[in-house]
């Protein structure tokens, strides 16, 4: 089994390494992309809540959640987004799918461990602008960051768990630009390729305690340092014409190496506290702080564009009818909503690019054990058509499966 779960980890590696666009939003064109969810569809539909751990679930958010694990967890998520962009005068619509992670838990006694990959930037974006009337410039790009991580949790005690996890992050994204000139028979085309790599950690810690006779009280903190992501860059320019279906014939080319760089990605904070009655309802909130790094001017020079530090605010929760009913399946339906609302930390033009989403969702379950699939919805804004800038609205509908089973049983005789 477990060889097996290690080859769908390596294809999933190399599909997301070969096929990374999970946006397309223009956004994305700065630094290193849009910042995906690095959770689970369960965290998502609530909020994107880092806070929760259990014995049956992976929390991929916080590593202290592998020491929780009583049975074996694997889980797989994908996402299909809806999105409309506009700015002042015009709009345009589309929809993307992505595959966004895979991982598997294994509990062994007080300790637990996990492994698998997640995507964590995603670029992608086309872009026209019209710069008079002879001059033209077309703006494409894709990629992004991923990880591939090992983490460990420990149960200190009844009330205490602890975690550390290890990230190898990975990627590539290539910028490519276009100058077409009225009455010049050749275009310029200019592309950018970065592949990205680096290591990092992040510690966890989750507080659990019983503090009346049904009532709950939860406890969560992750940090994760701030660490240095190398860009190895190359660049090529290209004289080329344009074919009536959009192909691009070469005339002539030349490739140059860029210097390395290297990205200070910034440093993050997640403080979490919530409620709840065990196994029946939960509500929380969590706030995350990330100080300004030096990653959105990395790959491409604007001068009206900054990083600052960015912060999120997140509500969120479950209700469960009756976890253990005979008799009605929709009493053992975990159901989940939240909101969320963002300082995604990018300013352009002196203003800032702010981010909100309303999300809810549902945990079937399926098979034996405590297996379930869970299906979210968010509905979410980002940007603002004010200030010459572009807001995009989108609709996400985000599928996964939580598959429980139990690898390590103990064999008696009579």
Not at 45 to 59: A, F, P, R, W
């Amino acid at each position: 089994m477990i060889k097996k779960i290690l080859v769908v980890i390596l294809a999933f590696t190399a599909i997301i390494s070969n096929a990374q666009e999970g946006t397309s939003s223009p956004y994305s064109f700065y630094g290193i992309g849009i910042q995906k969810f690095k959770g689970t569809v369960e965290n998502r539909s609530m909020g994107g809540l880092s806070i929760l751990t259990d014995s049956i679930h992976l929390n991929l958010q916080n590593p202290s959640s592998f020491g929780e694990l009583q049975l074996t967890a694997y889980t797989v998520g994908t996402s299909y987004s809806n999105f409309n962009i506009s700015n002042e005068t015009e709009s345009s619509s589309g929809d993307i799918a992505s595959l966004d992670y895979l991982a598997v838990g294994i509990p062994a006694g007080k300790f637990g461990f996990g492994f698998g990959v997640i995507p964590i930037t995603s670029v992608g974006y086309r872009l026209n602008s019209v710069e008079d009337d002879d001059t033209e410039r077309q703006f494409t790009g894709t990629g992004g960051l991923n990880k591939v991580f090992l983490a460990a949790g420990f149960k200190v005690n009844k009330n205490l768990s602890v975690g550390l996890d290890f990230n190898y992050n990975f990627g590539n994204i290539e910028n490519k630009s276009i100058l077409r000139r009225t009455g010049v028979q050749f275009d310029t085309r200019e592309i950018t390729s970065s592949n990205l790599s680096s290591f990092s950690v992040s510690l966890g810690v989750n507080y659990k305690k019983m503090i009346t006779e049904d009532l709950e009280l939860h406890a969560s903190v992750v940090s994760t340092p701030s660490f240095g992501l190398t860009a190895e860059g190359s660049r090529e320019l290209a004289t080329i014409v344009l074919g009536n279906n959009g192909q691009e014939l070469v005339a002539e080319r030349q490739e140059t190496e860029l210097e390395d760089r290297e990205i200070d990605l910034p440093a993050e904070v997640k403080f979490g506290s919530g409620i709840g009655k065990p196994k029946k309802w939960f509500v929380g909130a969590e706030y995350v702080y990330m100080d300004s790094g030096d990653n959105m001017n990395a790959l491409f020079v604007q001068d009206n564009v900054e990083s600052k530090s960015a912060s999120k605010f997140k509500l969120g929760g479950y209700y469960l009818p009756k976890y253990n009913s005979l008799t009605s399946y929709f009493s053992r339906v975990v159901y989940r909503a939240g909101f969320r609302y963002e300082e995604t930390g990018l300013n352009i033009n002196g203003n800032s690019i702010d981010e909100f989403g309303i999300s809810f969702g549902v945990g079937l379950p399926v098979g034996r054990l405590f297996s379930n699939a869970n299906i979210g919805f968010e509905y979410g804004q980002r940007g603002t058509t004010s200030f010459g800038l572009v807001k995009e609205e989108f609709f996400n509908v985000s599928l996964s499966l939580s598959l429980n089973d139990k690898w390590f049983r103990k064999i008696k005789f009579n």
